[in-house]
């Protein structure tokens, strides 16, 4: 069964700290992807990733970084949190081209008090 | 630029109706068309694919059309559960590197 696994479902942090998220697939997909989710503003996409060491700014990459340094797992930073970053962040991977199927994984709900 | 729409963005049905979800999209040129179920505060579960030479696709009581010509998309569910309570979600290729756009979603509520 394919998975792809977030490695926190719920995380407090306070303003300023530094944040790890990380997300691991098991199905050897090229690209990997990390969206955030608001009400009313659907998912919208930090990064993504292509292959291993590469990345690419999606349409909200401000305050936010992230790491591929191995085919399977893909990490999303924040360098220092802040309150309009509570969100639920989610992960998801897909095979290489254009015809495969998006899997995501349980998602991550920050909260940045 | 693609851009997904979603209506209505709320429906509540008695069990044991049938339903059907809409889903359009701006741009024609697509791939595939993909729907997802995303029960509150989890992610996203795949329900159908329907690549761009199909025009429906089934599992269980779910059953996807796909209408490329006039950019529209539905989801039918038979014999609607309370089980089936949750948000729906269509998306689309776009941007490249298999990234989707997304729809808002329906939020469907089966009521007993």
């Known amino acids: 069964d394919v998975k792809v696994t977030q490695s926190s479902r719920y995380l407090v942090k306070r303003t300023g700290e530094k944040v790890f998220l990380e997300c691991v697939q098991d199905?050897?997909?090229?690209?990997m992807f990390w969206y955030r989710q608001d009400p009313g503003l659907g998912l919208r996409l930090i990064y993504f990733?292509?292959?291993?060491?590469?990345?690419e700014k999606g349409d909200i990459p401000e305050g936010y970084s992230v790491s591929r340094e191995k085919k399977e797992r893909f990490s999303l930073i924040l360098e220092s949190a802040s309150t309009n970053q509570t969100s639920m962040y989610l992960c998801?991977?897909?095979?290489?081209?254009?015809?495969?199927?998006?899997?995501f994984g349980e998602g991550s709900r920050l909260t940045v008090l | 630029k693609q851009e997904v729409t979603q209506i209505p963005a709320a429906l509540s049905v008695p069990e044991g109706e049938n339903l059907v979800l809409n889903c359009s999209f701006t741009d024609s040129a697509i791939y595939n068309l993909q729907w997802f179920r995303q029960d509150p505060g989890k992610g996203l579960t795949s329900l159908l694919l329907?690549?761009?030479?199909?025009r429906e696709q089934t599992s269980g009581r779910l059953n996807a059309s796909l209408d490329k010509s006039s950019g529209r998309s539905t989801l039918y569910i038979a014999a609607s559960q309370p089980g089936d309570s949750a948000t729906y979600l269509c998306?689309?290729?776009?941007?490249?590197?298999?990234?989707?756009?997304f729809g808002k979603g329906t939020k469907l509520s089966v009521k007993p």
């Open positions: 990733s292509y292959d291993v060491k590469m990345k």
């Open positions: 199905m050897d997909h090229e690209n």
């Open positions: 998801a991977s897909i095979v290489a081209g254009v015809t495969g199927e998006l899997f």
């Open positions: 329907i690549q761009s030479s199909q």
């Open positions: 998306a689309v290729p776009g941007g490249g590197q298999g990234n989707l756009i």
